[in-house]
């Protein structure tokens, strides 16, 4: 994956993070919480372009270990988005770039985002989506780690987050920048199949086809939603 997207784990580089700080207008004094921080590119980025020292957490000792090592001045933290080690109201900022989508149990990091946001503070998530949302479950038959087992029904998303307080001030299809991630893919490995194959943990050449064409049946888009938490507890 690593060799098409580069620092970065996730389709459109830094495209969408550079959106989200001038739309939140966040500064140097925001405090900023990465989760699912991976190798730490994003916390790189707000320090290097805006000042911005963000916390990142991982639950992967690995990519937490190069995080750490290229950026020493920043604090990351070993844990998952379904228990955020943080006081409540501790960020002005949380951002979760590609990553909501790899939680087991979804409904629960949300509310820990919430939890740990400022009233006023922003959510940030950009991650995949299904345009064919009833394909969906089959996914769920496939052992693999990545983020397409997890694709989002947006809408319902959009409701679970507005019934937890949230309002949503920004939401955008950018599955163009999904398109350009598979171009590169697809040059780095020669297919999407033989991508899909070294990926999955059931080896057998049927499991990758059927995971292809489910994958195929629920067309795979990409989007960027950034929400504000309201003034009433959620
Ligand atoms: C597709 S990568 C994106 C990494 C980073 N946000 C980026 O865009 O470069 C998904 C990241 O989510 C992390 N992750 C997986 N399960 C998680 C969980 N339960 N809580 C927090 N992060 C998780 C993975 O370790 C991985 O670093």
Request: proline share 4%; aromatic share 8%; hydrophobic share 40%.
């Amino acid at each position: 994956m690593q060799e098409a997207t580069g620092e970065t784990l996730r389709p459109g580089g830094f495209t969408l993070t550079q959106k989200a700080v001038s739309f939140c207008g966040l500064t140097q004094q925001s405090r900023v919480l990465d989760v699912g921080c991976g190798r730490g590119a994003t916390v790189s980025y707000l320090y290097e372009n805006y000042g911005i020292t963000a916390v990142g957490i991982d639950p992967s000792q690995k990519l937490l270990g190069i995080a750490k090592v290229k950026n020493p001045f920043a604090t990351f933290v070993s844990g998952s988005g379904e228990a955020l080690p943080f006081e409540k109201e501790r960020f002005e900022c949380v951002i979760a770039e590609c990553t909501l989508s790899l939680m087991n149990t979804l409904h629960v990091s949300l509310q820990e985002v919430h939890r740990v946001l400022k009233k006023g503070g922003w959510f940030v998530i950009t991650d995949v989506y299904a345009k064919h949302p009833d394909a969906i479950p089959t996914m769920e038959n496939f052992s693999i780690h990545s983020c397409m087992r997890g694709l989002h029904h947006v809408p319902r998303l959009q409701e679970e987050l507005e019934m937890m307080g949230f309002e949503v001030m920004l939401l955008e299809d950018c599955s163009q920048l999904l398109k350009e991630l598979m171009v590169k893919i697809i040059f780095s490995h020669g297919s999407m199949n033989a991508f899909w194959s070294k990926t999955l943990e059931d080896e057998t050449p049927h499991a990758c086809c059927a995971f292809e064409q489910n994958l195929k049946a629920c067309k795979p888009g990409y989007f960027m939603m950034i929400l504000q938490k309201g003034e009433r507890n959620g």
